[in-house]
């Protein structure tokens, strides 16, 4: 059974930076992509980032493109995404999966953590 767990939510200014993390268990990590979603109340979730098992693919977001900045380390089973110059728009519940495209960002399974929330205030 995969186990997905987020970390490093929270309240941020505008212009400030967060550091998610993501552990997993239950899977063989780096067989995966592994991506991270976002959601707002009232909203589908929106593939934020994705990267390849060996972390040379990545697929980003345009509205997170030049800001957020995705990374894994395999031998911990765990992922990271670094969000610099937040925005208010960037207020979200951020998730982790495992399996997705480096092509599109969508995700290919429907295994999710239970999220973190992040909130960007103006």
């Known amino acids: 059974q995969v186990q997905l767990a987020e970390s490093g939510g929270g309240l941020v200014q505008a212009g400030g930076s967060l550091r998610l993390s993501c552990t997993a268990s239950?899977?063989?990590?780096?067989?995966?992509?592994m991506g991270w979603f976002r959601q707002v109340p009232g909203k589908e979730r929106e593939g934020v980032s994705c990267?390849?098992?060996?972390?040379?693919?990545?697929y980003y977001a345009d509205s997170v493109k030049g800001r957020f900045t995705i990374s894994r380390d395999n031998a911990q089973n765990t992922l990271y995404l670094q969000m610099n110059n937040l925005k208010p728009e960037d207020t979200a519940m951020y998730y982790c999966?495992?399996?997705?495209?480096?092509?599109?960002?969508?995700?290919?399974?429907?295994?999710w953590g239970q999220g973190t929330l992040v909130t960007v205030s103006s």
């Open positions: 999966a495992a399996d997705c495209s480096t092509y599109n960002g969508v995700a290919l399974s429907n295994s």
């Open positions: 239950g899977l063989i990590f780096d067989d995966n992509t």
């Open positions: 990267i390849s098992w060996s972390g040379k693919i990545t």
